[in-house]
């Protein structure tokens, strides 16, 4: 998010960037949507382990990433209400309408690799929240 230019305000960008942090948010970028749509999207760290390995850990892990992604969703709303934003939707880690994907790749949060999203750091052990305003 540090080298985007776009028309959102750097002290609004820098604001979600530390309630991202104190929310565990390992990964943040952001894109410009068409019809003056901004998106901005998480990685929240979350091993990626096949379910029936250890079912009662891996829901667990989860849940928790799913609290945490809308804790944070919560307060990125809030903040983009004072700054005047009134158009603002958010998808978490659970939502079943659209793909968070093509627009995590398009972010920089990583890049496909047999459907799935790799990062160079976190490979594919990251879920993806994202909060979109206009």
Same mark, same amino acid.
Request: aromatic share 14%; with cysteine.
């Given at each position: 998010?540090?080298?985007? *230019? !776009?028309?959102?305000?750097?002290?609004?960008? &820098?604001?979600?960037?530390?309630?991202?942090?104190?929310?565990?948010?390992?990964?943040? #970028?952001?894109?410009?949507?068409?019809?003056?749509? +901004? &998106?901005?999207?998480?990685? +929240? $760290? !979350?091993?990626?382990?096949?379910?029936? $390995?250890?079912?009662?850990? *891996?829901? @667990?892990?989860?849940?928790?990433?799913?609290?945490?992604?809308?804790?944070?969703? @919560?307060?990125?709303?809030?903040?983009?209400?004072?700054?005047?934003?009134?158009?603002? /939707?958010?998808? #978490?880690?659970?939502? *079943? $309408?659209?793909?968070?994907?093509?627009?995590?790749?398009? &972010? #920089?949060?990583? +890049? /496909?690799?047999?459907?799935?999203?790799?990062? &160079?750091?976190?490979?594919?052990?990251?879920?993806?929240?994202?909060?979109?305003?206009?």
């Amino acid at each position: 998010m540090e080298g985007v *230019v !776009c028309v959102v305000n750097r002290t609004m960008l &820098a604001q979600i960037k530390q309630i991202s942090i104190a929310n565990k948010v390992i990964l943040r #970028g952001y894109v410009q949507l068409s019809d003056g749509v +901004h &998106a901005i999207l998480f990685g +929240h $760290y !979350c091993k990626n382990t096949l379910f029936y $390995y250890d079912l009662f850990k *891996v829901t @667990r892990d989860v849940f928790r990433v799913n609290q945490l992604a809308n804790r944070n969703l @919560r307060q990125i709303k809030k903040l983009l209400t004072k700054y005047g934003y009134r158009k603002i /939707w958010t998808k #978490g880690v659970f939502s *079943v $309408y659209g793909d968070l994907r093509p627009l995590a790749v398009a &972010a #920089g949060l990583g +890049h /496909w690799k047999n459907g799935m999203v790799y990062n &160079a750091k976190y490979g594919p052990n990251f879920l993806i929240s994202g909060v979109f305003f206009k």
